[in-house]
């Protein structure tokens, strides 16, 4: 079972950094299309930042300035860096993968189990 896995999370102060990483197993991840969302409790998930398989990126309008998302495909990872963090960032951070497979346009998507970030102020 191809399965994506997050790590990088922990207890930081308000102002603090961190890194998550996420890496693939049995799966070539420079192909994926990678994003990172995050669900607070009692909040929808919500995109954070994207990574386009040609490198293009995008990021959520609260992260801006202060999340960096990058890939290293040499390593099969996909990290997000995290500066200023904020009690607001506080959540579970997803790892999100999508390619297209063939020419119907048929999708394969891949998701991790979380990695829990807490922010204290």
């Known amino acids: 079972q191809v399965q994506l896995v997050e790590s990088g999370g922990g207890l930081v102060k308000a102002g603090e950094s961190l890194r998550l990483s996420c890496t693939a197993s049995g799966r070539t991840l420079s192909r994926f299309d990678v994003k990172w969302f995050r669900q607070a409790p009692g909040n929808q998930r919500e995109l954070v930042a994207g990574?386009?398989?040609?490198?293009?990126?995008n990021y959520g309008d609260s992260v801006q300035g202060r999340f960096t998302i990058s890939r290293d495909n040499a390593a099969n990872m996909v990290f997000l860096q995290m500066n200023s963090l904020k009690p607001e960032d506080t959540a579970v951070y997803y790892c999100?993968?999508?390619?297209?497979?063939?020419?119907?346009?048929?999708?394969?998507?891949?998701w991790g189990q979380g990695t829990q970030v807490t922010v204290s102020s």
């Open positions: 990574i386009k398989s040609g490198g293009s990126t």
């Open positions: 999100n993968a999508e390619t297209i497979v063939n020419v119907e346009g048929a999708k394969v998507t891949l």
